[in-house]
């Protein structure tokens, strides 16, 4: 089944540790993004990526980082220098139609529960 | 700028009974998108619809129905004769034209109670 799969479902970090959350997509959708999810503050955008090895911050970018090599696959690490990363984090692609790119509906994966130890 | 208000934090309704969940926008565009998702408690957001800022035509869909006003910049969502398998968080969210990702408002966490 084509779909969004991250990994994993539930992740530690321990203090100064950088740790990468998995996003694969076998839609062959060109635009990936990453999304951070608190408590009331809605879905806030972390990173986007359009085309293969590129890609642009989003509203909170600071803390973050991530690579865009291959189509399917667009990696988040969440470094040491995001001091408060307990969130629910979400991956979505989309499709994108030239010109009419923005009314795609993104599509979602299951996210990723990161906690701190 | 953009953004999107959704002022109702929670909402608890008796299962059968109506509910309209709220959405205000802000855009400087004259074309745009408009989106409903749902999260349900399992995580992952479902894409319910979407509306282009030339289409004001209300849609139903089942038990849902989406009203679009550009007058009152508001796309409200209506649950007819509810059903505990609509407690979710729902989420109205905005795209500009172009390659803009999409703004979200802060949700709305629906109840529906047996």
């Known amino acids: 089944d084509g779909g969004i799969t991250q990994s994993p479902k539930y992740l530690f970090r321990k203090e100064g540790q950088n740790v990468t959350l998995s996003c694969e997509q076998n839609l062959n959708h060109d635009a990936m993004y990453w999304y951070r999810q608190d408590p009331g503050q809605g879905l806030r955008l972390i990173y986007y990526s359009q085309i293969v090895n590129d890609f642009q911050k989003g509203d909170i970018a600071e803390g973050y980082s991530v690579s865009r090599e291959k189509k399917e696959s667009f990696p988040l690490t969440v470094t040491s220098a995001q001091k408060n990363p307990t969130a629910f984090y979400l991956c979505?692609?989309?499709?994108?139609?030239?010109?009419?790119?923005?009314?795609?509906?993104?599509?979602f994966g299951d996210g990723t529960r990161l906690s701190i130890l | 700028a953009q953004k999107v208000t959704q002022a109702q934090t929670e909402i608890s309704v008796v299962e059968k009974e109506d509910v309209t969940l709220d959405c205000v926008y802000e855009t400087r565009d004259t074309t745009y998108y408009l989106f409903w998702y749902k999260q349900p408690p399992s995580g992952e957001l479902v894409f319910l619809i979407r509306?282009?800022?030339?289409?004001?035509q209300n849609e139903i869909s089942g038990r849902y129905s989406w009203n679009f006003q550009k007058s009152t910049s508001s796309f409200n969502f209506t649950i007819t004769a509810s059903q505990v398998v609509d407690s979710a968080v729902y989420f109205c969210?905005?795209?500009?034209?172009?390659?803009?990702?999409?703004?979200f408002g802060k949700g709305t966490r629906l109840s529906v109670i047996a």
């Open positions: 979505a692609s989309k499709m994108k139609r030239d010109p009419a790119e923005s009314n795609q509906p993104q599509h």
């Open positions: 509306r282009n800022s030339f289409d004001e």
């Open positions: 969210a905005l795209s500009e034209e172009g390659n803009t990702p999409l703004v």
